[in-house]
């Protein structure tokens, strides 16, 4: 595929930036249109630059930028609108997104549904309703990101049998077997109908919204099995090591209370 020259107010989040030299950043970007793409800010930690106040994570932003290469030049950001910075616990959840997004995610490959699902995540932990929903959306997030990446099995059906699910039977969900009935001994299991209602979202046009409703409405219990299952995943996936904004998570969670953090 011949690389893009010149792109102009692409939708994009920052993800991550590191310094390039004593006045320039390295920007890893999420595009809706060209995937995640790494980017030369040149001048963007001099105090007069325009790039400084615009290029702030967990914001929607308008991205140009030209060149080939790896690493393009970043030509012009734009603050796309709308949304305030998330605070607290939902701030944390968004860097986790944004730490998985970069793990997961080759760059220049593009994920448009994936890139609406984030956004719409992003809206959620900047809105009035984060504490309500935020653990639901990030569940919602997870399992579409993990899908677009090809690491989330068919949710209706056993992995290695193809059986149907039986709708009050326990199932488990695990690394390399996908789903199975769950043992005895399985700490972490949903209900086929739970599954079977997972795999109907995720396959609606607005698949995000649908995940989020159905999560939502589950016992704490049940949303937290979810996450235990969701989350063996994404550290095989993400290569075994724990990721840094989960581990701050618990080292704040221990801090604050004994309540496990969504």
Known sequence: MPAVKRVTHEPAYVLHHHDWSESSLIVEAFTRGHGRMALVAKGAKRPSSNFRPVLLP?????????GEGEIRTLKGAEWGGGLVMPTGDALLSGY??????????AREDAHPRLF??????????????????GAAALRAFELLLLRHTGHLPALDVQTLTLAPLQDDAPYRLVVEGGLRAAHGDDEAWLAGAAWLALSAALDEQAAFTAALQAVAGWPAGEQGRLRQQ??????????GNTLR??????????????????
């Open 58 to 66: 967990l914001q929607p932003l308008l991205l140009s930028w030209g």
């Open 96 to 105: 986790y997104a944004n730490e998985l997004l970069m793990k997961l995610l």
């Open 116 to 133: 609406d699902a984030y956004a719409a995540l992003v809206h959620v932990l900047a809105s009035p309703d984060a504490d309500a929903l």
């Open 230 to 239: 969701l989350r063996a995943l994404l550290h095989y996936h993400c290569g």
């Open 245 to 262: 904004t989960r581990q701050l998570m618990l080292e704040l969670q221990r801090l604050k209370s004994p309540v496990a953090f969504s």
